[in-house]
């Protein structure tokens, strides 16, 4: 009777831990590894995460991981409007430091325009804001994103030192014309010629001065295969 209880016992026992042995096994076969996005020097630096989770079935992009996309074609803010689409490729195949590859070349971000600015006086140059809404894989499949650009200022625009320079250029230019007005002022007063140039100096210059200030500032232009950082604001799930 004793031998008879013991068998009953040991074959529930099996039992009951096959479903569980089971489990486990099936856990290990679907296991998700740790693996970090391989990105350019500069950009690993300054990026907050580089986290990709990989499994046998799919690959999670962490959010705030950032990545870096080239123009795919020539950008002139000068005739871009409110909804028109911008279309970001990358060129070259998103991978792992592990060595997953998460995304081939040649793969398209598609961002749609939802503010611009234009250049206004004072050199303040055209801004132009971007919502990056999904990725385009080559064999057509999309998947949608929510991402934004990874830099100092949350849209695209011409730096300050850009518009330095076309304010100065406008100012030579508006002194030239300045000097010359001045120098009529310096005849009309009665002043010799050496004296219209005296009075007429200093008040071309202060014409060419203004008239630099209030220039517009620059339209944002790029060059197809020009770079930007972009950073996730949510997990992009890719499967494999």
Do not use: W
Request: glycine share 12%; charged share 20%.
């Amino acid at each position: 009777m004793k031998k008879v209880i013991a068998l009953l016992l040991c074959s529930l026992f099996l039992n009951l831990s096959m479903p569980a042995g089971m489990l486990l096994a099936n856990e290990n076969n679907g296991s998700v590894s740790i693996e970090h996005m391989k990105l350019p020097k500069k950009l690993a630096k300054k990026t907050p995460t580089n986290i990709v989770n990989s499994s046998a079935e799919e690959t999670e992009i962490v959010s705030y991981n950032t990545l870096q996309v080239a123009f795919g074609q020539n950008f002139n803010s000068k005739y871009a409007n409110v909804g028109d689409e911008i279309v970001f490729i990358l060129p070259d195949c998103l991978s792992t430091e592990e060595g997953t590859q998460i995304l081939p070349a040649g793969t398209k971000v598609v961002a749609e325009i939802y503010n611009v600015e234009r250049p206004k006086s004072f050199n303040r140059s055209g801004k132009i804001h971007l919502n990056f809404k999904r990725i385009e894989l080559p064999d057509g499949e999309q998947i949608d994103i929510k991402a934004k650009l990874f830099s100092n200022k949350d849209f695209l625009s011409r730096g300050k030192l850009n518009a330095l320079g076309k304010g100065l250029g406008s100012t030579l230019g508006g002194s030239a014309i300045g000097i010359g007005a001045g120098c009529g002022i310096g005849v009309a007063a009665g002043a010799v010629i050496v004296g219209g140039f005296a009075i007429g100096l200093p008040i071309g210059f202060a014409i060419g001065a203004v008239a630099g200030l209030v220039t517009p500032g620059l339209y944002y232009k790029a060059k197809a295969g020009d770079k930007i950082n972009i950073q996730l604001l949510d997990k992009v799930i890719i499967d494999k």
